[in-house]
């Protein structure tokens, strides 16, 4: 279809954030010995007490399962709302993935400590995976950050705990085991925490490397399905994606497959400006990554249906050929406000600041994993922001509600210590070191608030299944 343009841009968008914030009152405070970031921390119990992070007060004004999600899809592509709300319907914890702004709505009467981190925003069990370095090695780490947004440390570990319940409840795990996951879970943020706190920063920036993870989170039940899940990842590739989804076209070259309703072919004029705003998207990378990128061809595109909560936005995927016939694949998909935003003012954040929401995606993403993307970027098609990243560079994930009893809540100290390496390159751990502690108070109320959570999303999800039984809202299901 066109070749990557090489010529450089005249100016740069800044992707990094690049300068060293000045705080003001800082040298002062250092000069008269203010207090540590730690005794910061646990100052801030008697304002907002560990034990208190247990309860739930709902608002009168809550809207019921279908108006949530009704209004949650306004925007999408109208004729992906069945297949969303399917996958919705499909357990009490695929309702809690797709709802991420409801569950926002009822963390804002929960306590909050003030503290403000780089959160993912839809912090769920299923969305930690293994995925491809630049080298090709494999990392683990959080991978969705559709919602990312400066907001409450809080909020994420609380949708983590309570996803875990959730996914425990569907893998037939008994209620103490599910209980102990979320737990466990808040324990191993919070000792991670303490263990970032007390390290050098730049080693703590990069800490808790890989193949000492499972050790770290005590998590050795889970060793030989993280070795079947790498086994896949490895293959999980655009070459693998190419071969199964794509044919040689009538010109020559290659083109997608439609295999409706996941996949499908898109007219010409939507194509070419799918593929034209590729020419913004290189201006928002490293120039370093714009040779390689000028030495492919775009030879197709093809909308494709994402994810569960995802579903219903614009995605693409581009097929790309190098010289020898090889693909790359990259996915362009839309990125709307994040589902926090109306929420976040309540709980004493600021809203973000008007901009394109696929930069603060991408951002985001970057602020929160120890190494992303090498290919991540951003872009505008009609009109409307889109992030860009590629696709199969040899992804795999966990299906947390399909794990054996004795592994949930092994996932779950694991999550628990990856969101902690999240969190801390946005706040100082030392701050929340202290708040958190030594002791288990904090995981104890967490641990609760997640099996109240946990029971209140299984009614919401039994109310949205009644809806689709009666014929109020339609979904297509086992897509």
């Not at 100016?11 to 540590?36: K, L």
């Not at 309703?261 to 010409?268: G, I, K, Q, T």
């Not at 795999?396 to 809540?409: C, K, M, N, R, W």
């Amino acid at each position: 279809m066109a070749e990557f343009e090489t010529a450089m841009p005249e100016q740069r968008t800044d992707a990094g954030g690049g300068r060293i914030p000045v705080v003001p009152g800082f040298a002062r405070r250092i000069a008269q010995g203010a207090t540590s970031p730690k005794a910061d921390g646990r100052a801030l119990r008697a304002r907002v007490p560990r034990s208190s992070h247990d309860s739930l007060v709902l608002a009168v004004e809550r809207p019921d399962a279908v108006r949530a999600v009704e209004e949650s899809s306004r925007g999408r592509v109208p004729e992906l709302a069945p297949i969303r709300i399917g996958r919705m319907t499909a357990s009490p914890f695929a309702f809690l993935r797709g709802a991420a702004g409801l569950m926002a709505h009822d963390l804002v009467g929960t306590p909050v400590t003030g503290v403000g981190a780089q959160i993912c925003g839809d912090a769920h069990a299923a969305n930690f995976g293994l995925y491809g370095d630049a080298r090709g090695d494999l990392v683990i780490d959080l991978n969705d950050f559709d919602e990312t947004a400066v907001g409450p440390w809080e909020w994420d570990v609380k949708r983590l705990a309570t996803s875990l319940v959730l996914a425990g409840r569907q893998a037939g795990a008994d209620e103490d085991v599910c209980r102990k996951a979320a737990f466990d879970t808040v324990g191993a943020y919070r000792r991670t925490m303490r263990l970032l706190a007390g390290l050098p920063v730049l080693d703590a920036w990069n800490a808790i490397a890989d193949e000492k993870l499972v050790s770290h989170a005590d998590a050795r039940d889970l060793v030989g399905t993280l070795e079947q899940v790498s086994k896949k990842a490895r293959n999980n590739t655009s070459a693998r994606f190419a071969a199964k989804a794509t044919e040689h076209g009538p010109d020559g070259g290659r083109r997608f497959v439609a295999a409706p309703p996941v996949l499908r072919r898109v007219p010409d004029g939507e194509a070419a400006a799918v593929a034209a705003s590729l020419g913004d998207y290189l201006r928002t990378l490293p120039e370093d990554r714009l040779p390689l990128l000028a030495r492919y061809s775009i030879q197709d595109v093809a909308f494709r249906v994402v994810g569960t909560g995802s579903v219903g936005t614009r995605s693409y995927v581009v097929l790309l050929l190098d010289h020898l016939g090889e693909p790359l694949i990259l996915q362009v998909k839309e990125a709307r406000a994040s589902a926090l935003t109306p929420y976040l003012p309540k709980a004493g954040f600021a809203v973000p600041k008007a901009g394109h929401e696929g930069r603060r995606v991408v951002l985001g993403q970057k602020r929160m994993q120890v190494v992303s993307d090498n290919l991540l970027g951003w872009t505008a098609v009609d009109g409307r922001p889109f992030q860009v990243r590629q696709f199969r560079n040899r992804k795999g994930s966990v299906d947390p509600a399909a794990l054996a009893a004795d592994q949930i809540d092994d996932y779950g100290r694991m999550t628990g210590a990856l969101l902690a390496r999240a969190h801390a390159h946005s706040v100082d751990p030392r701050l929340l070191a202290g708040y958190c502690g030594k002791n288990e108070e904090l995981d104890e109320a967490v641990a609760a608030f997640a099996v109240t959570y946990a029971d209140l999303t299984e009614e919401d999800h039994a109310d949205l299944v009644a809806a689709v039984k009666d014929g109020r809202i339609a979904a297509e299901p086992g897509v």
